[in-house]
């Protein structure tokens, strides 16, 4: 907006209102005098440029943003702590009873049990905040000394942790303040506030599923996958308690009645023959393959919440694989033993399953 008020540009201007009588030469006493205050001029320009771009919120970033957002009520989601299972073994092979508060560390992390699930297991939780809580497996080392204990292991992520909420997604669900309002438990206030809750990462809403005051609620987790029956359950004491269902003592109003379920995950087994090139072998490209199939159900899953259904397409497979390095071409492509695309049901998503390569 101000790109033009340079120190040149305003020195001509202040210049220019100085009769050519007097030396106006660089040097001079006159260009001399008005030098500094055009110079002070040029940056007052400058920093107010960029206390406009501070001030809206397409062009706004961190704390200005994050003031912005606020004005409409969106608040800025900060990292949460990823909740995951342990397994405790004593010498005998048996479950161990560990005490609750005890720390134990995995990877760079270090978790904490915060309660007993059964017999030799227990939730815990990481106490670094973000995705990077979701990311060991294997086996836990104890912080504090459990007497008796011969073994433990960090399993499933129960709830995972989420990073601090991006830039671009809190101007994402600013816009959509505008774009839909969000009231009294219309669809668009379930979407938004459901999916604000942690572990949660899309949400598809069907209202009067199974009669008047109804509402059946479908979620991914925040890793674009499967929830656990333990973020399905935590879910659904945050919507609508079980046992307190319609009372209002949740997100949901009075008088609705919740049923919050996981998206079903379809296993999709993969076979087809690559051609590679000279030097490259299935075994040194197997992992970079199955990751870009994954890769494709993970774009599928984004969409998941805003289409009607998901079409797992044999075209779009044999795409991302021949984009590997070192793949030059791939024949008889199927999908669960097929070669036509497979059409999900409104509540699924695809999960890889066995992928494989005739020619191996």
């Known amino acids: 907006m101000y790109e033009n008020m340079t120190f040149e540009n305003i020195m001509d201007r202040c210049l220019s209102r100085v009769s050519d009588s007097v030396d106006k030469r660089e040097g001079s006493v006159i260009y001399d005098a ?7 001029l040029a940056i007052m320009y400058i920093e107010l440029g960029t206390i406009m771009d501070r001030a809206f919120p397409d ?24 909740v995951r299972k342990g397994y405790f073994e004593n010498a005998q092979g048996g479950g161990f009873e560990v005490p609750i508060g005890t720390r134990f560390s995995g990877g760079d992390i270090n978790y904490t049990v915060t309660e007993r699930i059964a017999a030799g297991q227990f939730k815990l939780t990481a106490e670094t905040a973000g995705t990077v809580g979701n990311v060991y497996f294997g086996t836990l080392f104890p912080i504090d000394f459990v007497d008796g204990l011969a073994y433990a292991t960090l399993a499933d992520v129960l709830i995972p942790g989420e990073d601090e909420e991006t ?27 459901v999916e604000l809750l942690q572990g949660v990462g899309a949400v598809k809403v069907i209202p009067v599923w199974n009669g008047g005051g109804t509402v059946k609620i479908i979620l991914l987790d925040s890793e674009w996958g499967v929830p656990s029956s333990e973020l399905v359950e935590s879910v659904q004491a945050d919507v609508d308690p079980v046992g307190h269902q319609g009372e209002g003592l949740g997100i949901a109003p009075i008088g609705h009645v919740v049923t919050v379920s996981g998206v079903t995950g379809v296993t999709i087994d993969v076979s087809f023959t690559l051609t590679f090139a000279s030097g490259v072998t299935w075994e040194s490209v197997q992992t970079e393959v199955q990751a870009a199939i994954q890769n494709y159900f993970e774009d599928l899953a984004k969409v998941w919440a805003d289409s009607e259904s998901l079409i797992v397409r044999v075209s779009q497979i044999e795409t991302k694989i021949l984009n590997v390095e070192g793949v030059i071409d791939i024949t008889g492509t199927t999908i669960n033993g097929g070669t036509a695309n497979i059409s999900l049901d409104a509540d699924s998503i695809p999960v890889l399953g066995v992928v494989t390569n005739g020619a191996s």
């Open 34 to 40: 008005i030098a500094p205050a055009a110079a002070e």
């Open 59 to 82: 062009t706004a970033a961190d704390v200005d943003l994050t003031k912005k957002a606020q004005e409409r009520g969106v608040f800025r989601q900060p990292a949460t702590f990823a």
């Open 167 to 193: 830039d671009d997604d809190l101007r994402q669900r600013y816009y959509e303040t505008l774009d839909s309002q969000a009231f009294g438990g219309n669809i668009a206030d379930y979407k938004k506030k």
